[in-house]
């Protein structure tokens, strides 16, 4: 059954929901919040050609931008139907693509923080099919929402590429030379979108990269197409299952932790009783100048982080610009390995114009995702990392003070404290490193205004020599802005997502924690004679929440072992 028709050109504006339902019922919102239900039980048999029209034209009324206008006003469309796959609370949300207008990128982009996985479709007809510019905007928001705990049980190797319509390359291949076959044609286009998919996604498995035709996928047809969707069904309802153990682990360990936080506050008023008034204010004093010592430290390293990161910045376009500067630098820009020498090139003035502009957007590309490069802007994220680490070890030694007697052996701190954890938002953000890379590549994506050519003043040269003149004026002319270019796209990509890295760590982790503690400290000062007549009451609490935090660990540890057991099985 299908109730979309399939376009090439942009048409969907609305967010459309697929869930399994015994009724058939189509629920749209409005961009005012406006909901209205309409149920089409009675009224269409989806079994008949009629039922499915009558369900087609209603659809197409609220989804399809270029058949009305009131589509652009519906935020989301909920359609429920009988789907078996769909069984168990599985959602399948149909989003409009990124890269098109900006409305319909906005769309895109405000659903992104309920995804657990991706589905991108690829129509391979279309100039081989991948997009290179469209991808970056979604690393760029996963990367950002992760940083501010959302999309916890989204996993980046979990994301599926459908890529459709082969049978459009076997019929662009009809008209080729006789030398070259059909599957000449699409094993090179297939080779060749695997690649570029990996480097856009670089921890996408390649078992998630599927190739079909979907017009050809039917439960009554038996071909490869129909062969590989089955096999994209068991990925996807893997994926379902896998995101759905995350969000209990997720759960879990929240409870452990909360636990766990709360242990230390009752054991630092347990503890006070052992300390002398004077004992006390001293620790107060000591832990005080710390405390706007921290403090300080915190504020002076998100102004020298920033620093460093705009200074990286400028370093890098500089460092390009100077290569591409130089003859060698120009040689490798222009006549790049395994291409046809520039100077070779059919003349043309237009496609000249043109190969220098794409050659300088692929050299700048190539040195933005070069080892020298990546390294500069890694040791960026593992200064932050490092600074999260040192206060965060700083302040449990404070936090140690305050629930440990002076007599008792010194805590060891371990990673399983939840402030230092590499489950803590930090850890996240740095186990997804590999979806950085890509953000360094918008180089690709650069883009040099054309200039007119102007004939009479090169028409008298030789061929040669007009070739010549126009190669260097126009490589001349990239140079004047690609320096600028390059900065402007670095600050976008990867200088936003360090600033709101260093801002999560300093402002926000570090700063939250530093509250916490002058908190507490003030609670212990101002309420100590009640905290220790209350002593056994506050025993009988901190025993029940040992208790809760005991289980919590436990039923964690068991799950976690339970799910790695599962994947092993399964992934």
Not at 196 to 203: A, E, G, R, S, Y
Not at 321 to 326: H, N
Not at 393 to 415: V, Y
Not at 416 to 430: F, H, M, N
């Amino acid at each position: 059954m299908r109730i979309f028709k399939g376009r090439n050109l942009e048409t969907t504006s609305t967010i459309i929901k697929l869930r399994d339902s015994k009724r058939v019922r189509i629920i749209t919102e409005n961009d005012a919040g406006k909901i209205k239900e309409k149920d089409f039980s009675d009224k269409c048999d989806l079994a008949s050609k009629d039922g499915v029209k009558v369900l087609r034209d209603y659809l197409k009324d609220m989804t399809d931008m270029t058949a009305s206008q009131r589509s652009a006003q519906i935020r989301s469309v909920d359609i429920g139907l009988p789907i078996p796959f769909l069984k168990g609370n599985t959602i399948l949300v149909d989003t409009p693509g990124i890269g098109g207008s900006g409305e319909v990128t906005k769309k895109l982009m405000d659903y992104l923080p309920n995804a657990v996985s991706f589905i991108f479709v690829i129509n391979v007809g279309s100039a081989g099919g991948m997009q290179n510019d469209r991808l970056p905007e979604i690393l760029k928001s996963i990367v950002l929402l992760q940083m501010d705990n959302e999309m916890p049980c989204f996993d980046p190797q979990d994301v599926i590429f459908i890529t459709n319509k082969w049978d459009t390359i076997e019929s662009n291949a009809e008209g080729s030379d006789e030398n070259s076959s059909d599957d000449d044609d699409v094993t090179k286009t297939w080779e060749a979108l695997k690649a570029t998919i990996k480097q856009n996604w670089p921890t996408v498995r390649e078992e998630n990269i599927y190739k079909m035709n979907l017009k050809d996928v039917s439960p009554e047809k038996s071909n490869a197409s129909s062969t590989e969707f089955v096999k994209f069904q068991a990925a996807l309802k893997s994926t379902a299952t896998k995101a759905e153990h995350i969000r209990v682990l997720q759960h879990l360990r929240f409870l452990k932790d909360l636990m766990t936080n709360i242990s230390k506050g009752l054991h630092a008023r347990l503890e006070l009783g052992q300390k002398s008034e004077k004992d006390q204010q001293e620790l107060v004093e000591a832990h005080q100048k710390k405390i706007n010592m921290l403090t300080d430290e915190c504020a002076q390293r998100n102004d020298l982080l920033r620093r460093k990161t705009k200074r990286t910045i400028a370093e890098t376009a500089q460092a390009c610009y100077d290569y591409m500067l130089t003859p060698a630098g120009k040689e490798r820009v222009l006549n790049p390995p395994g291409s046809t020498s520039i100077l070779k090139i059919e003349w043309q003035p237009n496609v000249f114009t043109e190969k220098v502009q794409k050659r300088v957007a692929m050299y700048v590309s190539e040195y933005l995702q070069s080892k020298d490069v990546l390294q500069k802007f890694g040791k960026l994220k593992e200064e932050v990392a490092s600074f999260y680490q040192k206060v965060s070890s700083d302040l449990s030694e404070i936090e140690t003070g305050w629930i440990q007697r002076k007599a008792s052996k010194k805590l060891t701190l371990s990673t399983d404290d939840p402030e230092i954890s590499t489950a803590s938002v930090v850890g996240i953000v740095l186990a997804t490193s590999p979806l950085w890379l890509p953000l360094l590549a918008t180089g690709v994506g650069l883009t040099i205004a054309a200039s007119p050519i102007i004939f009479p003043v090169i028409k008298f040269l030789g061929r040669d020599k007009r070739k010549q003149k126009l190669i260097d004026e126009e490589y001349n002319r990239c140079l004047s802005s690609v320096k600028d270019s390059i900065r402007s796209e670095l600050e976008s990509n990867q200088g936003n997502v360090i600033y709101k890295l260093v801002d999560k760590v300093t402002d926000d982790l570090l700063l939250r924690r530093i509250q916490y503690l002058q908190k507490m400290i003030n609670q212990l000062m101002k309420s100590r004679e009640e905290i220790i007549s209350n002593v056994d009451t506050i025993t009988d609490l901190a025993n029940k929440i040992q208790i809760i935090k005991e289980s919590a660990t436990e039923t964690l540890d068991l799950f976690t072992k339970e799910m790695k057991a599962a994947e092993t099985g399964v992934y």
